[in-house]
C-alpha cells in the first residue's frame, strides 16, 4: 500500500541526463546529485529528513517494535509539532481516520522515566490531561487517543497499528551498496 508522498516511478523514456537506478547503475557520485522530492522509497514518506510508515498490522507494543526493526527502523520517535502533525498525517492519509497508534515511547524501565526505542532524547511530548498515569501496567505510548488525538499510555500488550521510521540517509546507503555492486 502506497502513502501519499511515496516515490513514484516514471515509466516514460528517460531523458538525458536523467539518473536511472537499473543494473548498470551510475556510481555513488552520480546518485548524490540526483534530484528527488522523496528520498525515501516506496511506502515510506518523507519528512524533514526522516522515513516514515503508517504499519495497518495491530500488534503489541513489542511486535510492533521488533516488526519495525526488521526493516531497519524503529517505532516513531517525536521530537516537534511539526513532526507530530506529520505522523498523524500519515495515518490518516493510509487509514482514514485517525486511529490510536503505537509511537516508540516507553517507560518499561523505570515507571516515569520515559525513552523512544531508537535511543534518541525524549524532548517533545503531547501527553492528554492527566497523562501519562503511573498505573504499573501502562508502559508504552499511543498516539491519538481520545477526541483530543493526544498521548496515552497504556498496557504493551494491546494490539495497535504502528508507525516506523528510519533516517532517510538509511534507504540512500541502501541504495548506494546495492547499486554500485550491480555495476
Same mark, same amino acid.
Request: hydrophobic fraction near 35%; charge should be negative; include cysteine.
Given at each position: 500500500?502506497?502513502?501519499?508522498?511515496?516515490?513514484?516511478?516514471?515509466?516514460?523514456? +528517460?531523458?538525458?541526463?536523467? /539518473?536511472?537506478?537499473?543494473?548498470?547503475? +551510475?556510481?555513488?557520485?552520480?546518485?548524490?546529485?540526483?534530484?528527488?522530492?522523496?528520498?525515501?522509497?516506496?511506502? #515510506?514518506?518523507?519528512?524533514?529528513?526522516?522515513?516514515?510508515?503508517?504499519?495497518?498490522?495491530? /500488534?503489541? #507494543?513489542?511486535?510492533?517494535?521488533?516488526?519495525?526493526?526488521?526493516?531497519?527502523?524503529?517505532?516513531? %520517535?517525536?521530537?516537534?509539532?511539526?513532526?507530530?502533525?506529520?505522523?498523524?498525517?500519515?495515518? *490518516?492519509?493510509?487509514?482514514?481516520?485517525?486511529?490510536?497508534?503505537?509511537?516508540?515511547?516507553?517507560?518499561?524501565?523505570?515507571?516515569?522515566?520515559?525513552?523512544? %526505542?531508537?535511543?534518541?532524547?525524549?524532548?517533545?511530548?503531547?501527553?492528554?490531561?492527566?497523562?501519562?498515569?503511573?498505573?504499573?501496567?501502562?508502559?508504552?505510548?499511543?498516539?491519538?487517543?481520545?477526541?483530543?488525538?493526544? #498521548?496515552?499510555? *497504556?498496557?504493551?500488550?494491546?494490539?495497535?497499528?504502528?508507525?516506523?521510521?528510519?533516517?532517510?540517509?538509511?534507504?540512500?546507503?541502501?541504495?548506494?551498496?546495492?547499486?554500485?555492486?550491480? *555495476?
Amino acid at each position: 500500500m502506497a502513502l501519499a508522498g511515496a516515490a513514484v516511478l516514471s515509466e516514460a523514456a +528517460p531523458e538525458e541526463g536523467e /539518473l536511472v537506478l537499473s543494473e548498470a547503475a +551510475p556510481v555513488e557520485d552520480e546518485l548524490a546529485e540526483s534530484p528527488s522530492s522523496n528520498a525515501c522509497s516506496d511506502n #515510506w514518506t518523507e519528512f524533514d529528513g526522516r522515513c516514515f510508515q503508517y504499519v495497518p498490522k495491530e /500488534l503489541s #507494543w513489542a511486535k510492533a517494535e521488533k516488526n519495525c526493526q526488521s526493516m531497519g527502523a524503529h517505532l516513531a %520517535s517525536v521530537h516537534s509539532t511539526a513532526e507530530h502533525n506529520e505522523i498523524q498525517k500519515i495515518i *490518516i492519509d493510509a487509514s482514514q481516520k485517525l486511529k490510536e497508534t503505537w509511537i516508540g515511547g516507553s517507560d518499561a524501565h523505570e515507571v516515569g522515566e520515559w525513552f523512544w %526505542s531508537d535511543g534518541s532524547h525524549f524532548d517533545y511530548n503531547d501527553w492528554c490531561a492527566g497523562e501519562p498515569s503511573v498505573q504499573e501496567a501502562q508502559r508504552c505510548l499511543q498516539i491519538n487517543y481520545t477526541e483530543d488525538k493526544c #498521548w496515552d499510555n *497504556i498496557e504493551c500488550s494491546t494490539e495497535r497499528p504502528s508507525v516506523c521510521f528510519k533516517d532517510a540517509e538509511d534507504f540512500r546507503d541502501v541504495c548506494v551498496h546495492a547499486c554500485v555492486q550491480n *555495476i
